[in-house]
C-alpha cells in the first residue's frame, strides 16, 4: 500500500514538473496597434479625395499557411510549425481584420461589411493572398490578387491588381508579426490609391511591382 502511495505521488510531481517545464504559450495578431503613426489618414492629407465607405471580403489564404500556429522557413527549403507561437484566429480572419483597419485609416471611411444598404455608393474590396511567407530575421512576404470595384457609383468601375510586398525584420518572432503588419499596410496603401480614383469616377491604375 505505502510503494502504490510513493508511485502515485511520484507520478504527480513528475506531471507537475513536466507542465512547469512546457513552453509558455504566445499569441499574435496582425491588426496594428491603435494610436499608430499609421492612424494618419491619406483622407486627412489629401482633404479633397472622393470617401466611401467599404465593404471588405472575406480573404482566402493558402492552404499551407492556413494554421493555428506560425509557419516560417528555416533554410532554403525547410519550414517549421511553432507549436507556441500561434494566431489569436485563423490566418484569413487576422489579414482580412488588419486590412480593413488599415483601409479605414487610408480612406478615412469605414468598413461596412455585412450592414444594411447594399444599394448605396461603397467600394467592394477582394483579397486572393497567394504567398504569406516568413523567415525570421529577414524578411516578410506577402504576394496576392485584389480588385477594387466602385458600386452604385455614377461612372464608377473596376480594377484588378496583383501586388508583391517584402518587408526586412530584424531577429525573433515579434519583428517577424511586425514586418507583416507594415506589409498590410502598404498593400492598403495601394488598395486605397486605386479607389479613391475609382470612387471619383476616374481612370486608376494598378500599382508598379
Not at 466602385?150 to 517577424?176: N, W
Request: hydrophobic content about 45%; aromatic content about 4%; overall charge positive.
Amino acid at each position: 500500500m505505502m510503494r502504490q502511495r510513493m508511485y502515485v505521488l511520484g507520478l504527480a510531481v513528475m506531471l507537475l514538473l513536466s507542465g512547469c517545464a512546457s513552453a509558455p504559450m504566445h499569441y499574435y495578431t496582425l491588426v496594428p496597434p491603435a494610436g499608430s503613426a499609421a492612424d494618419i489618414t491619406s483622407a486627412a492629407a489629401n482633404p479633397g479625395a472622393v470617401s466611401l465607405p467599404f465593404e471588405l471580403l472575406p480573404v482566402s489564404v493558402p492552404a499551407q499557411v492556413d494554421q493555428p500556429q506560425l509557419l516560417v522557413r528555416q533554410g532554403g527549403q525547410g519550414v517549421v510549425l511553432l507549436n507556441d507561437r500561434r494566431w489569436i484566429a485563423p490566418l484569413g480572419d487576422e489579414v482580412r481584420s488588419a486590412l480593413a483597419v488599415d483601409l479605414a485609416r487610408a480612406l478615412g471611411s469605414q468598413d461596412v461589411s455585412g450592414l444594411p444598404g447594399g444599394d448605396k455608393p461603397r467600394l467592394r474590396v477582394k483579397l486572393d493572398l497567394r504567398r504569406f511567407d516568413s523567415q525570421a530575421g529577414h524578411y516578410a512576404l506577402m504576394e496576392g490578387a485584389w480588385s477594387v470595384r466602385a458600386m452604385h457609383v455614377q461612372h464608377g468601375g473596376v480594377l484588378a491588381c496583383t501586388s508583391r510586398i517584402r518587408e526586412a525584420v530584424g531577429p525573433g518572432y515579434d519583428a517577424l508579426v511586425q514586418g507583416h503588419q507594415r506589409a498590410i499596410g502598404v498593400l492598403a496603401g495601394q488598395i486605397a490609391a486605386v479607389a479613391r480614383r475609382l470612387a471619383a469616377g476616374q481612370a486608376a491604375a494598378c500599382p508598379p511591382r
